[in-house]
């Protein structure tokens, strides 16, 4: 891989956990950056938030043990469209 590339993950993800998934790529890669969300942060948290329909129905899906997933989010945002102004001069 040539081209500027960015992985973010969470440390709480037990479904592909960072040691064994994400940071063996990022080191595969010239040149990538490696974020890592301190815990809770896992593998559901980048899904949008659940109604309260949806937490009742898919109680896995919903749950982040505390994390706030709007934070999560905006946060993922930010560093997406700075790595985006970086690599290829875009700007928000």
Known sequence: IR????????????ILPVADNV???ALAVPDAQLTLLPKPAGHYTFLIDCAPAGRQAYRALCADAGTERAAVHQETLD??????ARSIGATP
């Open 23 to 25: 940071v063996p790529d």
């Open 3 to 14: 081209i500027p590339i960015a992985f973010v993950a969470g440390f709480g993800d037990r």
């Open 79 to 84: 560093l997406a469209a700075a790595f985006f």
